[in-house]
């Protein structure tokens, strides 16, 4: 299976800004995108068909605005596709990437879902957020797999589809695609999840449950992350929060023997016995109501304690839509005695992947992976102990309620809304770890921003306060949420120079997210002025010193002005090629570093540089510099 890119993204970094938000969506397949022009099999059948997709979507004014898209290129069929733009939100910049074949979810299998995840993986820096379009009859399965094998995951991936193709005159694909879009764009939910009938569902809670319906998927034991009404409502309060300070990454190993096995009455041992057998390793057992089984089949029990001993992991889903599995009755307890893991509310579609996942941990003991099956890994099962709630209020806000008459809990509820964000972007500025505490156990969360967008992450990482960004990077504050002026956390370490909040930061897996060229632009105004400090900073939050400003000119081109030259100052040529700088990129005007040199007659400089290009290898030195000399 190949991913094909059906619409231009080069250079369609330079875009991600405060004013846009780029999406990459990854056509698989289904429905939503299919015609039924080719009848000559079956009559009147719906039917995938490639480079179908994009070219009827340029013709929808919803899903782009060629008017705009021309800040791209003059050719159509270079421009990537562009939203208008959305009240109160960004301009949303889209790229099409098809997969060929085209697929019927039905078919989807594990190397499909290590393809999806390897697809996010290779563009994950490239783009804020990621759509999947797909088919809604694996849809759950699919959503469930992504969500635990993109491992510390800080972006949003969301999977949509639809129940009729998008381009019939009634559909429900339109909305589906676009409120996709749109929230994908505009909300930074790091999670994998389904949008489908208006509402965002965790994708490992979801389950696909009407085939008839544009409602179809439903998740029966959380409520949904967001709704889109009048307003866009989000539940800020379910998102998930990952823990700890990891990188993203992706695990691709997903472990191929596990199944699932319904219990009914009378169901013999002869069957049971049969499905458990190697190479069988994991297996869902659906049972009775909060996860009875037939106690009194001793014959049972025994070829489960059998499977159990000899390593096979069984995990305990009831077969209800809602409710969880729990040891109220000694049926339960005693399935819990063969070894059988309790599955908590799991659906059957989240504990098949996470066994799989699990599983495909071939590095664990087993009895590690025995613990993470009961483990609440990416928000797929209610913890068996939780958090006591709190009802601690500030004096604040209570004299704020008390001056303006409030007394309702929904009152008061808005009111916290509105002023947590400022209370705790002050605590940040402060460091004040302590007050972090108290507004997080009061029902304040770190997704919050403030007038101009900025996060507590923000302003402690332009305080460069390292014990509160990490409290607050280990309750799960998002590191790739921008603010209004289009910059990360890290775009503010950087531009105060906070080199150990840097490295904390890239620690916890965040990316510069300015447009290149204007860290080319930075990357010069920093050698023009002798900022070691600054030229430090950038290189540790991983910047490319051969990214040239608007013109093209990288920071290596600097050196050879006439300032440069007087000075002969070939120990910043050093220092710059000890970077990585290369001395034959060349701007909008033609010149290279190398010919900038030459024409300014500087000797040495032009030596240094000519010999690093025929080398052909980036320029080092025995001794890289410290710093970049005065």
Known sequence: MRLAETTNS?????????????????????????????????????????????PELRKLPIFHDPSYAVHFSDDEKEQPLVMPRQKDGKRIVYCVFEYEPLLDSSNMTYDDYARLATDIQDNYSRFDAFVVLHGTDTMAFTASALSFMLENLGKPVILTGSQIPIFEARSDGRDNFLGALIMAGNHNIPE???????????????????????????????????????????????????????????????????????????????????????????????????????AARQDLMNVLKEASDRGTIIVNCTQCSRGAVSALYSVGKEL????????????????????????????????????????????????????????????????LAETMRLSSSEEMHILREAVYPYLLCAAAREGNVDSLTKLR???????????????????????????????????????????????????DAVRFNHHDAIK???????????????????????VATNDENALESWHLAGVDFNQGDYDGRTALHLVGDCAAVAEQDELKVKYLMSKGARPDVVDSFGNSPISQAEKLEAEEITRMLSEAKLSDEVFTVSSSPEKIPE
């Not at 179809?216 to 009404?229: C, I, R, T, V």
């Not at 992976?369 to 209020?393: D, F, P």
């Open 504 to 526: 904390l930061l890239k620690e916890a897996g965040a990316h510069l997210m300015l447009p290149p060229a204007k860290q080319g632009m930075m990357l010069c105004c920093a």
């Open 10 to 54: 080069e250079n369609i970094e330079r875009f991600g800004d405060e004013e846009h938000s780029l999406v990459m969506v990854i056509y698989t397949g289904g429905v939503i995108g299919m015609s039924n022009s080719d009848l000559d099999s079956i009559e009147g059948a719906y039917s995938p068909e490639p480079n179908f997709l994009v």
């Open 336 to 399: 819990e005695q063969t070894g059988v893991i309790p599955g908590s509310d799991m659906t059957v579609e989240a504990a098949l992947m996470k066994l799989s996942y699990v599983l495909g941990k071939d590095d664990l003991p087993l009895k590690t992976k025995r613990k993470l099956m009961g483990v609440n890994l990416r928000g797929e099962m209610t913890s068996a102990i939780k958090r006591e709630e709190s009802y601690l209020h500030f004096s604040l806000i209570d004299k």
């Open 192 to 294: 994998v999840t389904i949008h489908f009938d208006n509402v965002l569902l965790r994708g490992n809670r979801s389950t696909k449950a009407n085939a008839e319906s544009f409602d179809a998927f439903k998740s029966p034991n959380l409520e949904p992350l967001a709704k889109m009404e009048i307003n866009i409502i989000i539940n800020w309060e379910a998102v998930y929060r990952r823990p700890g300070l990891h990188k993203f990454q992706v695990h691709t190993n997903m472990c191929p023997n596990v199944g699932v096995l319904r219990l009914f009455p009378s169901i013999t041992e002869a069957t049971v016995r049969a499905f458990l057998q190697p190479p069988m390793q994991g297996v869902v057992l659906q049972t009775y109501g909060a996860g009875n089984g037939p």
């Open 441 to 491: 156990d009061a029902g304040a969360h770190f997704f919050m921003g403030d007038y101009d967008g900025r996060t507590p992450l923000h302003i402690a990482s332009s305080e460069g306060h390292l014990p509160a960004m990490r409290y607050l990077l280990s309750h799960g504050a998002p590191v790739h949420t921008r603010d209004r002026y289009g910059h990360c956390a890290l775009d």
